[in-house]
């Protein structure tokens, strides 16, 4: 009896568990882009902190190196450590409706007929039999 009893509370739990939550709102989407873009500029602080301290240390060890009188290799060239700046987030540009997004006509066109001058005879001939 327990056994069913246990099965069952598992098997209700776990269609609890599998239940949609609701689309999230255009506010949640825009704070979700936010917080990206800050884990993705908090990352790039990261490794410009980084590169920072392996030049310490690697100008710390050449410097201990020739103060001991050993002979080291020259430095391998690598990039300069790329400061990424003060975070700075500006949200994407919402969609604009297609009327207003100007994939129309413009006016100018649309004061004329399309057609040309030439005639239709002229710009298709007719096939001979």
Request: charged share 20%; glycine share 4%; with cysteine.
């Amino acid at each position: 009896m327990k056994k069913i009893l246990i099965v069952s509370l598992l098997a209700s739990a776990s269609v609890l568990a599998l239940a949609k939550l609701p689309p999230p709102s255009d506010e949640a989407k825009a704070k979700a882009a936010e917080t990206a873009a800050r884990a993705a500029w908090a990352g790039k602080v990261d490794a410009y902190r980084l590169c920072q301290s392996q030049d310490k240390v690697a100008a710390g060890y050449y410097a201990a190196a020739k103060a001991a009188g050993k002979e080291t290799k020259p430095a391998m060239a690598t990039p300069a450590c790329a400061d990424p700046g003060a975070f700075a987030y500006l949200p994407p540009e919402a969609a604009k409706p297609l009327e207003a997004s100007g994939a129309h006509s413009p006016a100018a066109t649309a004061t004329s007929p399309p057609g040309s001058k030439t005639p239709a005879a002229a710009i298709a001939p007719a096939k001979k039999p």
